[in-house]
Nanobody, 122 residues
Framework: QVQLVESGGGLVQAGGSLRLSCAASGLTFSSYSMGWFRQAPGKERAFVATITWGDSRTSDSVKGRFTIARDNAKNTVYLQMNNLKPGDTAVYYC?????????????????WGQGTQVTVSS
């Protein structure tokens, strides 16, 4: 059974940084593409970043501020978030997908974590 557990969320002031982690189990982690999405109140879940073998992408809204990375030895994917803005406030979700390519849509992913709250105060 695949499990994805996010951690690292919290309350931070604008301009601050957080690093989210997603620990995966029950899957051959190195064979999966991993992604981060976020959902703000009243809005749809939106793509933030994805990483697969040799490729990574970030959304235009976070480009230059957020970085996705993975450690296959630890079965963990990270999202380093710098220069946070109030508009980044959302629940952040980790996702895993079997396709070996960068995936930007929610329906391309097979497994999801429960999410971690990130709140950025002005």
């Amino acid at each position: 059974q695949v499990q994805l557990v996010e951690s690292g969320g919290g309350l931070v002031q604008a301009g601050g940084s957080l690093r989210l982690s997603c620990a995966a189990s029950g899957l051959t982690f190195s064979s999966y593409s991993m992604g981060w999405f976020r959902q703000a109140p009243g809005k749809e879940r939106a793509f933030v970043a994805t990483i697969t073998w040799g490729d990574s992408r970030t959304s235009d809204s976070v480009k230059g501020r957020f970085t996705i990375a993975r450690d296959n030895a630890k079965n963990t994917v990270y999202l380093q978030m710098n220069n946070l803005k109030p508009g980044d406030t959302a629940v952040y979700y980790c996702a895993a997908g079997r396709r070996q390519r960068a995936m930007l849509r929610t329906d391309e992913y097979d497994n999801w974590g429960q999410g971690t709250q990130v709140t950025v105060s002005s």
